[in-house]
């Protein structure tokens, strides 16, 4: 089996090769037939305003003989009179111009009618037409990727498709969480789409390593036609994108461009002043018949210092630089094409000390035409992330917790760092400015060769071999540093990163990917053929080792004598990683006079994952399409309104995301599990496999429509869809009493719907030309079936719930009915079990008894609400006038449930919490009854047990919310002006980002959430990274 | 001809595609064991046993256990143990179920061991025996935590299938015992005495630990004349049983150099920077580097320690509640912190402690000051001392081993049955009471000498207070509390703090905890096991289903 890792890229080389060197001896002789009597032909082609048209194609008809336009429109090319060249430009119609003996020609397009119809859209293994897709599809081009100040591709999709619903949770630049779904949540398993780069699936990781400057387009599959060829890993949608390349005949350009700003932390909530916290404090004590902490002395005291006042959270953040520069060569001679790029990306942290990322790309994206039948492409993409981020894991908590009392300094005015009793042993400042660094540094290398053999006219033979390389290592220093109990303090108090630890880590990761493909496309009169035939392998390795040692040497950080190695250090078998996936796929299209549309296609896939005799799936789709509008008897609607397409597709889409080994009972060695006099032995536990397991299924239905109007100015799309998963998979929920855990089994069901719209709209007033798109899309799942029919799960005071008949994990909790407005009502009302009438008080909060038992426990709890946004919205609009132009993003979600526990919603949390908030001081009082909050009390008390230490929705919030994502100005300098300085264009702009961001909660970024794409998570603690604002500028000139 | 010979070499291309691949298809775990070839080497076989041991306990089961009982307050947050002391506990309580959980989950560990054991090549029958008889030790003090928290549990002796799991009813608490009893007495010839241990054994389960355990056992069932044959194995058969004495020093058996000394029949091991607990990081004294208390001792406990002069502080004239910490039982500073107590740091040198409000004359010697409940310093006016571990590393990080059994509770136990049996003399406290008193440090004769006039119940009440003072904060006072039906004496109405409120004039008032006869004596079955395992039903009284 190893041997053919070798064999396969032999094979289609020497294949490749093989034909090639009889494709190149034919196309010499043919060239010297036409070379007779030429003449060279100038022009320039521009549209009808007069705007000169770059990058428009115009080849000889009947020849191979083709240029393209320059920056200013113009072209020059080899031809005889009476030969006929065309003129072509996507979104305006084709030109064909008999040539004469006028050899200075001048060409005027006109902008085509159906622009957004032959745009082109890349789809799985092959690319279609906006006319002819019939599947659901959304595309986005690299002008909506380009010019937002995003530090990577993901946050640049924000928005811009329906459906494609990604959360940033956290801005930390070190740390940058997001979510990607695709249509919601399909499954109690992984949720994330499969990434597909120029052709190849690719590991989720590398997506972010790629430099947005350098896409090209996006597209999303969402729907069992278009992402069934993808078969066991399409059943969350297929994210496919594409990379820049260069042109043919396209003389060399230079792109040069800029981005530079600053990332502003916005902290979202306040807390309150020292004086008020220390009486709040006391009232929280006095409240629940403790004794007040502060003295009224102590309180004057504070009030007389309130002007020194800092709170340590501020003193932590500071602002942020954050740079970009990309550099971009292409161009094209007649048979081959050329991409050469570099980008720069430098994104400091916010946090106090030196921190951030810094990202490297280089890329070159080559084609030949080696002859008329062979083609070869070579993508060499090479991304280096280094990443700087400090030790300090709990600086935010740490620092915000911390009332901003005078005399509480983290650092005195004679340097040395400083703990107090809210403190204690900690000290953010210190971890962040002396307290070491985790720097990693990460290298990507993707290669994608590619070899084109046109066997037939129509036949093509396709080889990929394509390689993701990993190789991340991490080096971590954790450096001692003193703290002291006052600044006049001698000897420290306690430590800081006590163990001194040093450690390092290696992680290689490479996924190799074989594909061959014959693809066939012909029209014979009004029948038009497309088929394709695949087969590919996919094989993933990865392997990694981690030293971790402690009590380092705390200058140089190396071993000495009295150095530990960690146990929880490993070597390589510890960490190996192997799978593999073999597939074949093919897809069958017909369509008739481009107005009936039929398709098929299937994948069959053999995954590692599973046991031998459960290793093969199928998964086939169908898809039909039917352009009403070019009936006959549709001829007066088409030529008033516009077209019309239906289309509906079904079909099987597979999902094998599970942990290796799944099927197989393994015995997991643990070192120090026990000792004996003193000499640690190890442990083995074991857990429980089950050989029958096999892939999950989603039967995807999905129909949709086209429609434009207005001339197709306005088009819309409208999609609903209907998924159903079965035998998913995911671990069983079993009684304790089985005593260990089983692997993943077949065993849930869910279904998922919704339906999205999008909009586009382009018109001009005057010389303005506007474009406004919006997009909105919704799901909605439902468990089905599940292990014993239901799982609680709670975490820290929030419970989320898997349960036959309602949304996967959703909130599941107490309902509260108020706040006891008096004893009376207390000693009339149901209360928790066990909680007397005395042992509450009026301002304590009221629970809704829902079984009528007179008593509220666990029977009591409801379905509260969905953690998932619904309504995920997006809006674009774009204008320009003369040189300017002016663009902005809208996105949200107009629906979603968000619980958030902690000290952002309890005072004084568990007494982990020194401080009250501005936002906490609606609560109850005798005389303010009708209040946000229940009445102030201390941690421990019944009370609190009572308001706070229950699943209820009093942590729940409304995660409503819509954000103005990105603005941005530019102004293009007259080509006249620029040309002078020989600078063909030439945009400077200013743009911002997270301007404004209408919800119902200030003092919580609404994107924050504690669900990944598999929808688990601890609870949300909202100890999040601040919200950043960018505001910068840049520069984009083209020579 | 020529498109004929692209397809043939299409087809080959893509049949070795498709059957190809770099990876192999049946990859085989790097990183673990299966089936195939685990159960081949005595060496694996021991991991099972290891891990065994390892969940038959640990540091932090004692912790809770004790947080259970009036000797200790949870004072930060309401932590499980605090929320059924306060009586308002419900059957989804999280301790209630990871208890559960735990517990079933050494059980499989014992069950797998003891069906494939006999399958593994190359371990000699005996030491096979001796194996199983160490895991069958570890399967009875499983089901011995399960009886004591939940009465009647699931109950199995191999390995239950997935189906049966989520079928199988609750057996009586009386059964089980029974189970427990007859394993013990089956495997006690089958272990080694203490006496034929050798070091490299130590820690291991003898024959000494599984007498000790049939003690306890039946001690938690008052079975008075069983306890007393049990103990006396351990007090007058040291030959065949192995000898134990009592350590000379208190505070000295707690410490990491004295581990595996003659008082101690069974602990649960750590080694030092490997395995270690640290509950002292949120429980020492702050200005000793812990970094918040939330676990200290309640003044009931300190009230509860006598005078030097042998009497409780209620019946001591000399006692002065201003002055509280001066001639009292010595194992109070041995197990307590209180203010002006002293505290010896990792590097050996010995501090003041200072907690009284308005005390201390550096801000780190204020660190450890009392500020009321809700702070990071104790909320007691109490640290921790017992088990505090010099030789700790950072963050309190302890290889310190767990005491399980130990020789003075086989004579506090041996003490009470025979004061129960009416058979209590002089001799028998000498030997006991007595004894353990000379070892506590105390010297004035009073306090040492049969308390002769004493009555049966008054003998009750010292012996039951001396097992207190002795066995304090080693995890053992709930169960005894639960055992004498004492719930409403000891766990209900106000615990306290020191007498450091209202500036010194009235002792801190902490939570008002609830003891309901009718339902605390027994923990509530899983909710999450009830929903999934209909059989489990009916709850124990008190907790609705």
Redesign the interface.
Known sequence: ??K??I??PL??YL?GFGVNSYGTASKSIREKAVGLNQTTYTGVVKDKLGVAISGASVAVKGRAASTSTDNNGHFSISASAGEVIEISFLGYEQMMVTLTQQTNLNVVLQESANTELDEVIVIGYGTTTRRRVVGAVDHVNSDIIENRPVTNLTQALQGTMPSLNIQQRSMNPNDNTMNINIRGIGTMNNNSPLIVIDGLVSDGASLNRLNPNDIESASVLKDAGTAAIYGSRSANGVLLVTTKKGKKNQKPTLRLSTQTGIQTPKILFRPVEGYQNATLKNL??TNV?????FTPEQIRDLYDHRAEEEWSYDVILQDGLQQNYNVTLSGGSENTTYLFSGGFLDQESNFAGDFGIQRYNLRANVTSDINDRIKISSILNYARNNNKASTASNAIINSSRIPPYYYYRMQADNGKYLVN??L???NPLAELRDGGRIDSDNDYFNVNLGLDVK??DGLK?R?VFGADMFSNHRYTRRLQIPLY??PD?TTP??FVN??RNTEDYNEKTYL?N???L?DYDKTFDKHQITGL?????E???RRANEIRLRFTDPILGVPVSET?IL?SSYV?????Q???L???FARLGYSFDQKYFIEGSFRYD???KFL?QN?WGFFPSVSLGWRLSDELFMDSYREKIGDVKIRGTYGHLGNQDIE??QY???????????????????????RYGNETISWETTKSFNIGADLTFFSQRLNASFDYFNNKTVDILTEP????????K?GSLNIGEMVNRGWEISVNYGFETGNANHRVGGNVGDTFNKVTKYT?D???L?SDNITKLIRVGVPFMSYYGYKTEGYFQSMQEIEAAAL?????AD?LKPGDVRYVDRNQDG?I???DRFVLGSGFPRFTFGFTYDVSYKGFDFGMLVQGSAKRDMMVRGELVEP?H???SFVMYQHQLDYWTPTNTNATWPRLT???A?S??NNY?RDSDIYMFDGAYARLKNIQLGYTIPNTYSEKIGIANMRIFVNAQNLLTLSKNSWIDPESSEFNSNMSGSANSARNYPTLKYYGFGLDIQF | MK?LR?IK??C????????????????I???????AN?WTSPE?A???V??A??QMYSADKMWNDEALSDNVFE????TDQ??IR???????L?LF?TE??WA??????C??FLQFIDIVPGMTAEHKERRKAEVRFIRAHLYFRLVNFYGDV?FFTSD?S?DE??R?PRTSKAQVLSFIHQELDEIIPLLPSRNQLS??????ITSGAAVAFQARAYLYESSWSKVIEYCDKLINQGETFGNYSLFPSYSGLFEATN??NQEVILDY???????YWSKYYDAAP??A????NAYAPLQELVDSYLTTNGLTVQNDPTYNDNNPYTNRDPRLAASVVFHGGQWTSFDGTTKTIYIRPGTGG???ER?DVY???????T?TGYYMRKYYDQTAI??YQS?LNIIMYRYADVLLMYAEALNEQNDMDENAWNNTIGAIRARAGFTNPAARSYPSTATQAQLREIIRNERRSELALEGLRYYDIIRWKAGTQYLNGFVHGAKF??SGTAYI?L??R?F?ENRDYLWSV????M???NNLRPNNPGY?N
Not at chain 1, 832 to 836: D, F, L, M, S, T
Not at chain 2, 29 to 35: A, E, K, M
Request: proline content about 5%; glycine content about 10%; overall charge negative.
């Open positions: 089996m190893k053919t890792c064999i396969i094979l289609i294949f929280s004590l018949n403790a004794h007040p902490q009793n809210a204690t042993d900690q066997i037939i033979l080889g109990s006052s303090a108090l306690v006590t163990e190799l074989y594909q061959l014959l035939f695949g087969a590919s392998n094989s993933y390795t530990e146990p390589s078998p510890q960490q190996t192997q799978t593999g073999s597939s074949l053999g995954s590692s031998k290793r290796n080994y197989l009972t393994v015995y997991t060695p643990y070192t120090n599990a026990y000792g004996f006099n003193n000499t640690s032995v190890a442990g083995a536990g074991f929920n079993l009684s304790a009493v089985f005593g260990t089983l014993n239901e799982d609680i709670t928790p079990v066990g909680v007397a042992d008593v426990d666990g029977r004084f568990s007494n982990y201390a941690a421990g019944t609190t047990a230490g | 498109k692209y070499q299409i080959i291309v893509a049949i070795l595609l498709a059957l190809g691949s770099c990876n192999t298809m049946d990859p775990p790097t990183n673990d064991f299966t089936d685990f694996n021991e991991l099972i290891n891990m041991y390892n004072g930060r947050t309401n605090r929320i306060n009586g308002i506990a419900d059957p989804s999280g179920d559960w959980e079933y989950g050494g059980l499989k560990t069950h797998v699931p239950v997935l799991s989520q199988v070091a490299a054994d130590n820690g291991r581990e595996y091991a750590h080694v030092p920077s490997v395995k702050l200005s580097g812990a970094r918040l550096t801000a780190e660190m500020i009321n409940s809700s702070s990071n310093s909320a950072t963050n290889g409120a209202n008032q939570d008002n609830r309901d899983p909710r999450a096991e929903d999934i395992n609705g």
